[in-house]
């Protein structure tokens, strides 16, 4: 199993509602990330998790939480988003942190923010 | 601070023709540099790896080189088909202020026609 899982696939909300993603895989990988994506742009770094520890934070605003409740899952909770946050949200997972293998991504949450 | 510069940013060819993708990097300082495949709203799919002590490596129709002196990453599609129409993307892992990560290009979109 290759597969990074990521739900829902599509997500419409409002600024005031509160919404999670939800990040699965069972490759065995200890490292596991989120990015963002905004269209025609590269991904950007979010949050990196390694054995299940938040390692990096790249400043993202505290309106998007992250939470690792184990080694295969990844979840990214959203309180109070406002519409410049609509974007792709990619959930990716790579052996370790050290990037040394290949980073697997998921085929990510649509998320429009209204 | 590394930069990835993906020439072109977009091309259109007519299927069966040879074709050579470009990515360029500022800082030779990386542990590999990936290769990624992107369809609209979709994930990344990680096509090849070449770690920095390689020269290249293949996988089918791709084949990926790497120049780590000069800085410079070409991917190679030969036979183009309909299907390779995409964003391809190449990322440098690097090690990076808060550890090791990856810097995306913006990406060559690319267009096989029928």
């Known amino acids: 199993d290759t597969e990074v899982t990521q739900t829902p696939k599509h997500l419409v909300m409002g600024m005031t509602n509160k919404k999670s993603l939800k990040c699965e895989q069972h490759?065995?990988?200890?490292?596991m990330y989120w990015y963002k994506q905004k269209a025609k742009k590269p991904p950007e770094l979010m949050f990196v998790y390694s054995y299940e520890k938040l390692s990096i934070n790249e400043s993202v605003p505290s309106r998007f939480s992250p939470e690792c409740p184990n080694s295969s899952l990844l979840n990214l909770h959203l309180h109070a988003l406002q519409p410049e946050d609509s974007a792709l949200y990619l959930c990716?997972?790579?052996?370790?942190?050290?990037?040394?293998?290949?980073?697997?991504f998921g085929s990510g949450t649509q998320l429009s923010v209204l | 601070k590394q930069e990835v510069t993906q020439i072109p940013a977009a091309l259109s060819v007519p299927e069966g023709e040879n074709l050579v993708l470009n990515c360029s990097f500022t800082?030779?300082?990386?542990?590999?540099l990936q290769w990624f495949r992107q369809d609209p709203g979709k994930g990344l799919t990680s096509l090849l790896l070449i770690q920095s002590s390689q020269r290249e490596q293949t996988s089918g129709r791709l084949n990926a080189s790497l120049d780590k002196s000069s800085g410079r990453s070409t991917l190679y599609i030969a036979a183009s088909q309909p299907g390779d129409s995409a964003t391809y993307l190449c990322?440098?892992?690097?090690?990076?202020?808060?550890?090791?990560?990856?810097?995306f290009g913006e990406g060559t979109q690319l267009t096989v026609n029928p």
């Open positions: 490759m065995g990988h200890r490292a």
């Open positions: 800082d030779s300082a990386i542990y590999n």
């Open positions: 990716a997972s790579s052996q370790d942190r050290t990037l040394t293998e290949k980073l697997f």
């Open positions: 990322a440098v892992g690097h090690l990076g202020t808060s550890g090791s990560r990856l810097t």
